[in-house]
């Protein structure tokens, strides 16, 4: 059975950083691109970004680039988020996502895996 754990969400001030993990159990994580999605109440799921299966490559939505930054541990199954200069805006359930395909990862899915969420909160 499949399953990602999301990690380290919580409250932090506008302009502070926060470092998300997820952790995979169940499928042979070198193999699957990973990703991260968010998601606000009333909005659409949004793409946070991505990393190819090796860590060598990244791709980021528009809204997180230069703030954002992903990165993996194929020895520990685990892939992080971390996120600098927080903005309100950023506020939102973010989810851990896995994909055998780069580019349905990174064009909105669907994805193969997904977890449940943590939240993050951008307070001003």
């Known amino acids: 059975q499949v399953q990602l754990v999301e990690s380290g969400g919580g409250l932090v001030q506008a302009g502070g950083s926060l470092r998300l993990s997820c952790s995979a159990s169940g499928l042979t994580f070198s193999r699957y691109s990973m990703g991260w999605l968010r998601q606000a109440p009333g909005n659409e799921r949004e793409f946070v970004g991505a990393i190819t299966v090796s860590g060598a490559g990244t791709f980021y939505g528009d809204s997180v680039k230069g703030r954002f930054t992903i990165s993996r541990d194929n020895a520990k199954n685990t892939v992080y988020l971390q996120m600098n200069s927080l903005k309100l805006e950023d506020t939102a359930v973010y989810y851990c996502?896995?994909?055998?395909?780069?580019?349905?990862?990174?064009?909105?899915?669907?994805?193969?895996?997904r977890g449940q969420g943590t939240q993050v909160t951008v307070s001003s």
């Open positions: 996502a896995a994909d055998s395909s780069w580019g349905s990862m990174t064009t909105g899915g669907p994805y193969d895996y």
